[in-house]
Structure formats: C-alpha cells, structure tokens
C-alpha cells in the first residue's frame, strides 16, 4: 500500500474499468477479496462515525437508478449504481456503477472510480465477511443460484474467506450456469452444475440466491430449506423485488445492513416493519450474537449499503499509489485567482 504522490490539487485520480481490471490481477482477485472485506469490517467496526440514510432511489417500470452516500467525518463518498433486470437481454449489464470520495475539508474529490468491477467485488466480500460469523461451523458446500454477473464473485469470496470447498451451481439459463462453471473450472474449488435449484441445495451448509427479476419472485419456497443453514439473500434489493418465501424469513433469525433501507428494499419488506432483525454492525463489534445455535437457520438479507462502497473505495484509494492504474482527470476548474473563474474562461477563448 503506497499512498497517492502529490499533484496538483485539481486533477482527480480516476480508475476506469481497464485499470481496474489491472488493480484486481495486479493484487490477485482472492486477496483483494480479502482485502475489501478487512476495510469492509473496519468501517463496520465504526460505524456510530457514519452519516446514514436509505439510498436514494429513483424507479421506473423497467428498474432503478439509485444514489449512496455516506460520510465519515473527514471523507465523504457516493455512489451511482442502477437495477435493470431486463438489460442482459439487449446486452447490457442488470448492475453498472461508478463513484467517488472526496475530502470533507475542503470538498474537493480524491477519487472517481468505476465501480461495475468493484461492487461485485464489494458485494461478495460483504457476504464471505457476514458468512465468517454466521454460516455453520465447518461450512464447505454452497448452493449458487443465480449464476449472472455477480456469481462468480460470490463463491470465490466464500472461497477466500469462509473455507468453501465445493459449489453448486444453477440458474434457470442453462446457458448462465454453463458460463459461471467455465469461469469457475480450476480456481480451486469443486464446481458442480445443476439443473434445479432442490439439486443445487443437496449438501449445502451456505445457500446463495442471486437472481434478477423485477417481482415477488419465490426461489426458496419454505419446504426447500432444512434447519441449520445460512442464507446469503442477494438478489431481492429493491420494493417488490425479492427471492425468499414469507415462510422462510418466519423460521430465519434475520440480520441486516442498515435496517431503515433494508425495510425498504429486502426481504423483510415482506415483514410487519417491527420484525425483529439484527444489524451486523453489532455482531461484528461484539454487541450482539451472530449464531447460536446449530439448528438455527441464519438469513443475511443483503441489499448493499452505502458504507460498504464507501470502504471500497478507501480500499483502491490506498491501493493505487505507485502504479499505474489510474489517470488523472481535468475534472475541477483550477483559476490562478480562485475568484476569477470568469476570466480564466476568457483567457480560454484567445
Ligand atoms: P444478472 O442479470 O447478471 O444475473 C441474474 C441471473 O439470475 C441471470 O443469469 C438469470 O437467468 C437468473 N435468474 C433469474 N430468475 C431466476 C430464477 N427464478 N431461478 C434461477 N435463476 C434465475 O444479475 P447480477 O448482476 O448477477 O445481479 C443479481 C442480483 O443481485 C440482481 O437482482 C441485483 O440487483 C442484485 N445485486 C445485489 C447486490 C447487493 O448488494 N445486495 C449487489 C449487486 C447486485
């Protein structure tokens, strides 16, 4: 970790999605795995410092372009992201991003950054990280179902950091489970393509849903889930948008990000809003259990929280001095005199 060198104060680092991609194969994808979820849990670890709020959400009928900011006091960050389901069918990406942090002194951006790249990264992170604390002792085997953009990602982040061993893919696409085994096929785990999700949850301890799909969608109907597993809930992010069954959150000792979005947007939308939840903040700092019990039936209802990316980019802020994956952008206008903005444009024009 070397930080940024100095330069001029108006030009802002910027990470496109190419030097990304570099950062990641430059610092290996399971060590920056790790990496994230250590910032991840830091920030987590502080997290009474934060400004909070749910995220600004603006819906259409086809998805949702959203806004995620949060501040520490000294550094402040958002982040752009959209939802549109639909999208792979004309090509597209269901999740873009990108983001930026910037200096809360002097409120000048430090950083801009893709974050495509990134929030997969960060989302899999967060649930390897929850995992560590909440799936059952000695959890080798996950069901993935879903096996889109984010899929892969996913299992290799259980793999880094919770000691998955096997996983077992399905996705209604044949073709979307075939994808996420190629990638998959020796990165060091055992990768098993099925062809119904009842298949793809034989022996497994870790059940991963990550689908896109703009309802009340039912990938796990109450009967399919036995006692004793954990449920890493990905996909159901948005009002109207979930995966599980009410049946299967009634049975769940349930925990969350920041519960005020999470109502908002999670499972639990489905849930009178006083349902009891645990926020993992507590659990990773030592307020409260994670779990307890070995029959219990553990739910992470990830929807992503403003913090997470706020980490991350901390986490590519500290770890991009002294390479080259970044450019530096005219991104702020710079006068000589700072009040003579007028005449710095003037001078543009001879
Ligand atoms: P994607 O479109 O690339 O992949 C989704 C996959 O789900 C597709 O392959 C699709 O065929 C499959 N699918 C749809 N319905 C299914 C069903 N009934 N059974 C099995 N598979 C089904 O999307 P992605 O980028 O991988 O994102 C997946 C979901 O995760 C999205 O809903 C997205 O909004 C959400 N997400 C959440 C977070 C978070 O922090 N919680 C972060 C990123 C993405």
Redesign the pocket.
């Known amino acids: 970790m070397t930080a940024l060198p100095p330069s001029d104060k108006a030009l802002v680092p910027f990470v496109s999605v190419e030097n990304m991609m570099k950062l990641v194969h430059h610092i290996g994808i399971e060590e920056m795995l790790r990496g994230l979820a250590d910032y991840i849990e830091a920030d987590f670890r502080r997290w009474d410092l934060f400004d909070k709020t749910p995220r600004v959400a603006s819906h259409s009928a086809e998805g949702v372009i959203e806004l995620m900011p949060t501040s520490d006091g000294e550094v402040y960050g958002f982040k752009y992201v959209n939802?549109h389901?639909k999208n792979?069918k004309s090509g597209l990406q269901?999740?873009t991003a990108f983001g930026l942090l910037a200096d809360v002194g002097n409120g000048y951006p430090v950083l801009l950054s893709e974050m495509t790249v990134l929030?997969a990264l960060r989302?899999a992170a967060t649930s390897a990280l929850v995992a560590r604390y909440l799936a059952p002792k000695g959890a080798d085997t996950m069901a993935m179902?879903?096996?889109?953009?984010?899929?892969e990602f996913q299992s290799l982040a259980m793999k880094a950091l919770a000691g998955l061993k096997s996983v077992r893919l399905?996705?209604?696409?044949p073709a979307?489970t075939e994808k996420a085994a190629r990638n998959l096929a020796g990165m060091g785990l055992e990768v098993v393509a099925c062809t119904s999700?009842e298949e793809s949850m034989e022996g497994a301890q870790i059940i991963t849903t990550?689908?896109?799909?703009k309802q009340y969608?039912t990938?796990l109907t109450d009967n399919m889930v036995g006692e004793g597993v954990h449920i890493n809930a990905?996909?159901g992010?948005c009002p109207g948008k979930t995966e599980l069954a009410p049946g299967v959150l009634h049975r769940s000792s349930i925990f969350v990000e920041y519960p005020e979005q999470t109502r908002i947007e999670g499972e639990i939308q489905q849930l009178a809003p006083d349902h009891p939840v645990t926020e993992l903040w507590r659990v990773m700092a030592g307020e409260a259990p994670g779990r307890t019990d070995a029959r219990q039936i553990t739910l992470f209802d990830?929807?992503?929280f403003a913090i997470e990316d706020f980490s991350a980019l901390r986490y590519i802020r500290d770890h991009i001095g002294g390479t080259d994956y970044y450019l530096e952008l005219d991104l702020l206008a710079d006068p000589d005199d700072p009040r003579d903005l007028f005449g710095m444009l003037q001078r543009a024009g001879n």
Do not use: L
């Open positions: 939802g389901p792979t269901t999740v929030t989302t179902i879903g096996a889109g953009a984010q899929s399905y996705d209604i696409d979307a999700p990550c689908t896109a799909d969608a990938i990905i996909g992010d990830s929807v992503g």
